[in-house]
């Protein structure tokens, strides 16, 4: 189940690896994604941290993480392939494989019915 941060990104935790990406509330503000800028693998963020950029033919806007972590890996398929982010921004197109390093930040942050009262 994703957990969603105010900055329109997202966290899921699957067992001992969480993921990263932008919410579709972003991606529909965005339009069609051209170009994502990823922070590498290794470096490590605080909550609400700018890791990226992803570019759209309408803007381009900053990727804010969700919780505290550490990037472990970026997701191949997304930068070979910028509009699995439109097609399937909280699945496939996910940004990060991450190790979060303050795990009770995740209380803090909105479910769906939340985010979904807050974008409307």
Do not use: C
């Not at 994703?2 to 993921?19: C, L, P, S």
């Not at 170009?35 to 470096?43: E, I, K, S």
């Not at 399937?88 to 930040?105: I, N």
């Amino acid at each position: 189940m994703n957990k969603y941060h105010a900055e329109h990104t997202w966290v899921r935790v699957e067992g001992d690896e969480a993921f990263v990406g932008i919410t579709q509330h972003a991606q529909d503000t965005l339009g069609d994604i051209v170009f994502v800028d990823f922070a590498p693998a290794g470096a490590s963020f605080a909550q609400g941290d700018v890791a990226g950029i992803v570019e759209s033919v309408k803007a381009a806007a900053d990727v804010h993480m969700p919780a505290s972590l550490e990037i472990v890996a970026i997701n191949d398929a997304l930068q070979a392939d910028p509009s699995l982010a439109n097609t399937d921004p909280e699945g496939a197109g996910w940004f990060y494989k991450v190790k979060l390093s303050q795990p009770s930040e995740l209380q803090a942050l909105m479910d769906a019915a939340a985010y979904q009262a807050i974008t409307g």
